[in-house]
T-cell receptor, first 115, second 112 residues
Framework: DTGVSQNPRHKITKRGQNVTFRCDPI?????LYWYRQTLGQGPEFLTYFQNEAQLEKSRLLSDRFSAERPKGSFSTLEIQRTEQGDSAMYLCASSLAQGQIYGYTFGSGTRLTVV | AQSVTQLDSQVPVFEEAPVELRCNYSSSVSVYLFWYVQYPNQGLQLLLKYLSGSTLVKGINGFEAEFNKSQTSFHLRKPSVHISDTAEYFCAVSGGNTPLVFGKGTRLSVIA
């Protein structure tokens, strides 16, 4: 297992375009988390899944943000009608069900630049 | 709800000197505490964690942290730093079954 994989590593898009990021978790991890990290800040929680069920989505920044995890494996995070303020690093992490005990394994992130 | 305050945004220190990175947390329930390290253009890597038991926790790369319930602190220490320790360090807290909440981070700069 090569850990948590995120693609693409970098994405540059024009304002108003839609973007989608993918996260492949560690195969035996049933929890998957999305965080956003802006420059000089810590990771900010967005949403998480247990298997295919999205357990928390109230922290998604607006209705332009959505996430899916079909079949409980990989996950996608979509941002519609991107704005310059969406420029950030988007981090994905996965864990076993007791993630608060074992800790999370993070991917390397997708850096989004909206121009 | 839980929150974390990292008291120093930047900490410069000379190579082979000791360092302490401070973290205070707030929670109405029992907590689990973590320190993560982030190198440039990389994700976060777990350094150490406190779940219960001994208040002194040892982690990777020679780091350790001490849980102090009365002061609601979880400070990270290393007796002798190396150039390779230059990175961003994040303290995080989880209460019960909630996702990790991170502090804003402390940038450790080790000077040769």
């Amino acid at each position: 297992d090569t850990g948590v994989s995120q693609n693409p590593r970098h994405k540059i898009t024009k304002r108003g375009q839609n973007v989608t990021f993918r996260c492949d978790p560690i195969s035996e991890h049933n929890r998957l988390y999305w965080y956003r990290q802006t420059l000089g800040q810590g990771p900010e929680f967005l949403t998480y899944f247990q298997n295919e069920a999205q357990l928390e989505k109230s922290r998604l920044l607006s209705d332009r943000f959505s996430a899916e995890r079909p079949k409980g494996s990989f996950s996608t995070l979509e941002i519609q009608r991107t704005e310059q303020g969406d420029s950030a690093m988007y981090l994905c992490a996965s864990s076993l069900a007791q993630g608060q005990i074992y800790g999370y394994t993070f991917g390397s992130g997708t850096r989004l630049t909206v121009v | 709800a839980q929150s974390v305050t990292q008291l120093d945004s930047q900490v410069p220190v000379f190579e082979e000197a000791p360092v302490e990175l401070r973290c205070n947390y707030s929670s109405s329930v029992s907590v689990y505490l973590f320190w993560y390290v982030q190198y440039p253009n990389q994700g976060l890597q777990l350094l150490l964690k406190y779940l219960s038991g001994s208040t002194l926790v040892k982690g990777i790369n020679g780091f350790e942290a001490e849980f102090n319930k009365s002061q609601t602190s979880f400070h990270l220490r290393k007796p002798s730093v190396h150039i390779s320790d230059t990175a961003e360090y994040f303290c995080a807290v989880s209460g019960g079954n909630t996702p990790l909440v991170f502090g804003k981070g402390t940038r450790l700069s080790v000077i040769a």
